[in-house]
């Protein structure tokens, strides 16, 4: 049976090396992004198939991500609080931390807002808005983190980011859509910047609890 499988193998490396990609040519690959640029009016084709032509996907990948949180929550619910949480102490490295989280916080606004114009989006936007997060709970004590957390209404605004990027995913689907603008302005592409935003607050609220929940419990990983 091994014998099949790596003979398998082989006929699918060698299949992979010497077929020719006769289907899609450089004209024919450049016409399809330039139609996928023009349906959704914005210049950045990756934001507009992730929030326009694969809108279902992306729907599914914000659940996975919250359902995800929700699992840590349970998984560590049972568990018992670290007495004593050691952060950095030393001022180089909360200085550093902290010139970090400013640098990654500013990074991650630019990609929210400049998404559909540019490499980046709500994704990327939310992964940089965590790591400010994580650089700035590494330095400061988990009970300030926690009073923010709380004082905000965080976890709330979390689930609101998700109800209205569902929401507005829902109106887009059904072939509702706002006016394009001018390509290549910063208000322009719809329906697609607010996404962009709504995905980036959901991603950072959402890595703001997991960090909280893992230094909680587990203390700095």
Do not use: C
Request: proline fraction near 3%; glycine fraction near 10%; charge should be neutral.
């Amino acid at each position: 049976m091994k014998w099949i499988y790596f003979l398998a193998g082989i006929a699918l490396a060698l299949k992979i090396l010497f077929t020719s990609n006769s289907i899609l040519t450089d004209e024919s690959t450049f016409e399809i992004v330039q139609s996928v640029i023009q349906e959704s009016g914005v210049p950045n084709a990756v934001s507009a198939i992730i929030f326009r032509n694969r809108l279902y996907d992306t729907i599914f990948e914000v659940v996975v991500f919250t359902i995800a949180i929700v699992g840590v929550k349970y998984l560590l619910a049972d568990e018992k609080p670290i007495a004593h949480v050691h952060q950095f102490n030393d001022q180089p490295s909360i200085v550093l931390a902290r010139l970090g989280a400013t640098i990654a916080a500013l990074v991650g606004v630019e990609l929210a807002i400049r998404g559909h114009l540019s490499p980046g989006g709500g994704f990327a936007a939310g992964v940089a808005g965590g790591t400010a997060i994580g650089l700035i709970a590494i330095t400061s004590s988990m009970e300030l983190m926690q009073s923010i957390y709380k004082r905000w209404h965080t976890a709330i605004w979390e689930k609101i980011s998700v109800i209205m990027f569902i929401g507005l995913a829902m109106f887009t689907l059904v072939g509702i859509e706002l006016p394009h603008g001018q390509l290549g302005a910063l208000v322009s592409g719809g329906i697609l910047p607010v996404l962009n935003i709504l995905v980036a607050i959901k991603v950072t609220l959402g890595s703001w609890a997991v960090i909280l929940l893992f230094i909680r419990y587990r203390g700095l990983l």
